[in-house]
């Protein structure tokens, strides 16, 4: 398990020598992709840092959804997709035939739009992952459970019902609960598309403090239509249009003084 206090320091009180540098979890280069003849992402060069939340933000079909199926390699699922560049994460080229699959799955974790989890007891939904990788020690699971649903901020709400359906469980619930199912296995990337988009506010709230524990272990890529939510709880923000990377920088800077006229006129809610 990787721990290390994240310490907040101004740029201006130390020697640059002394800034900590955060190494390239997942890294872009002129990638382009193809359904059939549409052309869905265009030459995005983008770069992710480790223990960062990333936004990706952008109007209905700017290919937002595309390009986070491409980091985990689920685009190789859909019929007709087409592929150009590279993507590396830690430095590794994930479309090598040699590059094992199943290990980038453990590695980089999703949560989708739609809470999808197993029509399983609470319980077995959470065992899933380390049950696949060959954990039978009971003991040992319920401690993985009880700590990926306490990570989940899950814990309070259903130690005494673990074994019931998760699919009894709120629409919040069954979200934390599948944060919960991808923290089991230890991922050291967490993908996120529209994590909240189907969640009342409160829900919605509870899983955003979450997202700001779960930085301090995990790298987070969440693509979001709410720009609120962007600006709450990011470190960097990629503004995508058209299948295009207009601006990519730290989140503040993006909202606050946006260098290209889309990302201003998006962000002001003039288009999208
Ligand atoms: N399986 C598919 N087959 C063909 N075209 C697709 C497929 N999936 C997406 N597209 C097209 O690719 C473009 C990008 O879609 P994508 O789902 O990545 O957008 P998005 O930014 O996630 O949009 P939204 O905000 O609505 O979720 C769209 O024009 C879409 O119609
Ligand atoms: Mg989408």
């Not at 740029?11 to 992709?33: F, H, M, R």
Request: charged share 25%; glycine share 6%.
């Amino acid at each position: 398990m990787r721990t290390m206090a994240v310490v907040e320091r101004r740029k201006e009180d130390i020697p640059s020598a002394q800034l900590v540098k955060k190494e390239v979890v997942y890294e872009t280069n002129g990638l382009n992709v193809w359904y059939g003849e549409h052309h869905a992402l265009k030459h995005i060069h983008l770069s992710f840092y480790e223990r960062e939340i990333t936004a990706i933000i952008g109007p209905s079909g700017c290919g937002k959804s595309t390009y986070i199926k491409t980091l985990n390699r689920m685009i190789e699922l859909i019929p007709n997709v087409r592929l150009e560049g590279e993507i590396l994460y830690r430095g590794r080229r994930i479309f090598d035939t040699s590059y094992p699959v199943e290990q980038l799955r453990t590695q980089v974790g999703m949560v989708f739009q739609k809470p999808n989890p197993f029509p399983k007891s609470i319980y077995d939904n959470v065992a899933y992952g380390p049950r696949i990788h060959g954990i039978r020690d009971r003991r040992l699971l319920d401690e993985i459970v009880e700590k990926s649903l306490r990570q989940a901020a899950l814990w309070e709400e259903v130690k005494d019902r673990l074994h019931e359906n998760a699919l009894g469980l709120s629409g919040g619930q069954q979200q934390r609960l599948c944060i919960a199912r991808c923290l089991a296995v230890e991922p050291d990337v967490i993908l996120m598309d529209e994590p909240t988009s189907a969640l009342d506010p409160i829900s919605t709230a509870k899983v955003e403090e979450l997202m700001g524990e779960l930085k301090t272990k995990y790298s987070i890529i969440i693509v979001t239509h709410n720009m609120q939510q962007a600006a709450r709880i990011s470190d960097r923000t990629a503004f995508f249009l058209n299948g295009e990377v207009i601006e990519y920088g730290e989140t503040k800077t993006l909202f606050s003084r946006p260098a290209d006229q889309r990302t201003a006129d998006y962000i002001a809610g003039r288009f999208g």
